[in-house]
């Protein structure tokens, strides 16, 4: 357990560094908290920090549980398979480690540099947009909005037509040709599906219930949806299994997706609508200038 441990720490290490390298260069976790105390509703300095526990201190230095958290939040959704102590556990190392970094790089002088300035100042213009987005979003894709939206267009949702379909699977075309003939003059298709079909579901007399189009192979799928309900196949269907013989008993349009199954795709859509919408109206009240440079002829 140690030796697994310890390569997790590693592992996340690499991942923090990343991502601490593309989102806040380096102003660290701490502004990622502030971004979400920002976002939280303010219930007083005293009460949020008995609610945030300090989870570990270096040189004096706070690490509380929200930070921990924060961090555990920007890992890939792999990790989501380690248990949440042995998480937690490398993360807090991990911030240790990032803050004995941060105090060395202090005590250097690194943060009185143009570099860390510049940083500093891409990091807050990423963190405002996200608070801003966040809020953006969370005012206008509510619970209630996402089922409303949900009950407008589940309708909609269905995700294409099904058939009902029983089949007699020979092994040559001249046994499904003569099947077809029995079939024209009047035999009962389950009760022949019963005797001669070498398919699994010759003992359901062939039925083979509701599916949808890509549920079977391409050839089947083609003679079995061009067929109404009632009508038998006219002509045999080969695909790898055999020679078919189709009959359609009955059709449906598929059921809308449940709302737990499509509720994150649907919150994901407004939220961008939500953006999108928002992007265009900042712009029109803006004044933009682009300054890049003309592409030369070619």
């Not at 979003?137 to 089922?147: G, K, L």
């Amino acid at each position: 357990m140690g030796s697994v441990y310890l390569n997790f720490r590693r592992s996340a290490a690499r991942v923090a560094v990343v991502l601490a390298m593309a989102a806040v260069a380096a102003t660290g976790a701490c502004l990622g908290f502030a971004a979400a105390q920002d976002l939280a509703p303010n219930e007083g300095a005293k009460s949020a920090k008995s609610a945030d526990p300090v989870v570990a201190r270096v040189d004096g230095t706070e690490i509380r549980q929200s930070d921990v958290e924060a961090a555990i939040e920007q890992l890939p959704s792999q990790y989501t398979q380690i248990p949440r102590d042995t998480l937690v556990r490398a993360m807090t190392e991990k911030l240790i480690d990032g803050t004995l970094a941060a105090n060395k790089a202090r005590a250097a002088g690194m943060d009185k540099g143009e570099a860390f300035r510049v940083a500093r100042s891409r990091a807050e213009l990423q963190l405002l947009e996200q608070i801003y987005i966040q809020r953006l979003v969370q005012r206008q894709v509510t619970d209630r909005a996402v089922r409303r939206r949900y009950d407008r267009d589940s309708k909609s949702m269905t995700r294409g037509r099904q058939v009902r379909a029983r089949h007699i699977l020979v092994k040559t075309r001249e046994e499904a040709i003569n099947a077809i003939v029995m079939l024209n003059r009047g035999k009962d298709f389950a009760a022949l599906a019963a005797e001669i079909s070498i398919g699994p579901s010759k003992s359901q007399g062939g039925d083979l219930g509701f599916f949808k189009r890509e549920q079977m192979v391409p050839a089947f799928s083609k003679a079995a949806f061009a067929l109404k309900k009632g009508e038998i196949s006219k002509a045999p269907v080969q695909t790898r299994f055999g020679w078919h013989v189709i009959k359609v008993e009955d059709t449906k349009s598929a059921a809308p997706p449940a709302f737990a199954e499509v509720q994150q795709e649907i919150r994901q859509k407004m939220s961008d609508e939500v953006i999108e919408k928002e992007m265009q109206e900042l712009r029109k009240g803006a004044k933009i200038e682009r300054l890049l440079p003309t592409s030369p002829p070619k």
